[in-house]
């Protein structure tokens, strides 16, 4: 995986392609993740140095489990990579994980970006960041040799002091075999690879998303087979 920080880490040429992108995020980033949907719009031309791309996320709330879910399989399902946009509690927000998860199932690219650099439009400052959510979910692979998606989860071991460790448990939003993504090294029989460690992470402000977010974009596509 490529390190965080890296204003650069695939090399100087950007992409060939112009990719349609989903994005992931929790709506109570929205202010911070409308600076990514509209900064690259603005005054940005799409060169092969200074790529954009297309916009295919969701931007409405549904009620009911499988009104979502539908929503986010027809909204993944035209696009050649997932974006997760990271904020504060990202990371532990369900609908994020199934649209992470549907990047696996339906063979996309997949990486994260910071959000929490930019200045919040409320506190008037940056917060520090998130944790990855593309660390808390992971494939493993059973003794059988297929591979099913599994989430780390917060098991308390003593009700007293409300201490426990945190476990992998498999993923309870789609319980089927996935394949297993080109991008990610196969785990020995009875372990779990989290995406994380084959998924590359970037920060918004650090990295320079405004100029770069297209060729990253682009990467986590091939990087994928797309």
Request: charged share 20%; with cysteine.
């Amino acid at each position: 995986m490529a390190s965080l920080f890296d204003p650069n880490p695939f090399g100087t040429l950007a992409p060939a392609i112009k990719r349609k992108a989903h994005f992931a995020f929790h709506f109570d980033d929205i202010m911070r993740v409308n600076n990514v949907r509209n900064a690259w719009k603005i005054d940005h031309p799409d060169s092969l140095f200074n790529r954009s791309f297309y916009d295919s996320s969701l931007w409405e709330k549904l009620e009911g489990d499988q009104a979502v879910k539908r929503l986010i399989r027809e909204g993944v399902g035209y696009t050649s990579a997932v974006c997760v946009l990271v904020g504060t509690e990202t990371w532990s927000r369900r609908w994020v994980k199934y649209e992470v998860a549907r990047s696996v199932i339906d063979g996309r690219g997949l990486l994260a970006v910071h959000l929490n650099r930019l200045t919040h439009h409320q506190r008037r400052q940056p917060d520090a960041l998130g944790f990855n959510p593309l660390r808390m979910l992971g494939v493993l692979k059973s003794h059988s040799g297929q591979f099913y998606l599994y989430e780390q989860r917060y098991v308390v071991l003593n009700q007293l002091t409300g201490q426990g460790e945190w476990q992998w448990h498999q993923y309870s939003d789609y319980t089927q075999a996935v394949p297993l993504p080109r991008y990610l090294r196969a785990p020995d029989a009875g372990y779990v690879m989290p995406l994380s460690t084959a998924t590359t992470e970037y920060d918004y402000v650090a990295n320079g998303a405004h100029k770069n977010i297209g060729g990253w974009i682009d990467h986590a596509a091939q990087a994928a087979g797309r």
